[in-house]
């Protein structure tokens, strides 16, 4: 029976949890005030112009959602960039096919996968975040809706990746080849991936993450990149992760939210990548020799780390002290 001394309890219970979340908020405010941003960092030695871009947002006191986009819209119209966007090599039957995702601080997301014809898919990624009820439209669907919304369908294959493909075809073999520089004729990337995480300067964090994939890639294959949790994974109260190499694996671990999750529990960004990298190549130790994944982190503070499989994976990152620095994240192998 739920009489009058067990409400008095339970009602003292409850204030003093209360009470204890209350301490809780302004601990983690204090902590906050030693924060570090407007900060912005991203994948790859490409992340420096994509942070620039986006830190003409940031340094404004603009917000997080409109950096990361257009941060990475700088790799995506690169025509010297293979891996994102425009430019990005084809599918084995010479189809671009691009993948994109972006969340913000409240928990929205939006994604497009296998979608041809459009040159910025973080812009469409947006739009099914905020128009549609959805998270991912794919193919010819999410081609239809970029339309509708006035985007311009062009030819995204260049000559240059035409012909990279014409020379892969001679010998058609489908091998994803790990870290991607040097591998293709003339240094060219093979396949990468531009993941952005951004903190404005209200405390707020969001992320955008967007590729064109495997190079060569089976005709309908959709990597990681614009799957929540996979590709990306942002949760304001904690921080954000991205990631970049073979899809496969980091969809089959969730490598995203793993590394979020991990971070809740306090793991530092480092660490938490790290250990997300160790469950990849504790799966698969000889397929993970071979193979490159490389995840990178932020937390609440603006704290910030990566880790990858191999060598060879770089991360950028700009605050109010560095405009275009660019780490080598540690490694296993
Ligand atoms: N993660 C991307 C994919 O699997 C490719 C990459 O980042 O290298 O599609």
Known sequence: MYNRRKFIKVSSISASLTALFASAAARSVLNIQHANYPIVISTWDFGVAANKEAWKTLSKGGRALDAVEAGVKIPEADLKNHSVGRAGYPDRDGHVTLDACIMDEQGNCGAVAGMEDIAHPISVARLVMEKTPHVLLVGDGARQFALEQG??????????????????????????????ENQMPGGKYNHDTIGMLAIDAKGNICGACTTSGMAFKLRGRVGDSPIIGAGLYIDNEVGGATSTGV???????????????LMRQGYSPQDACKEAVRRIIKK??????????????????GQYGAYAIQKGFTFAVCDSKNQDLVIPGKSFY
């Open 151 to 180: 985007f311009k369908s062009e030819k995204l294959l260049t000559p240059e990746s035409e012909k990279a493909w014409k020379d892969w075809l001679k010998k058609a073999e489908y091998k994803p080849v790990m870290n991607s």
């Open 247 to 261: 899809g496969e694996e980091v969809i089959r671990n969730v490598g995203s939210f793993l590394v979020v999750e």
């Open 284 to 301: 698969k130790p000889e397929a993970a020799k071979k193979i490159q994944v490389g995840f990178l982190a932020i937390n609440k503070k």
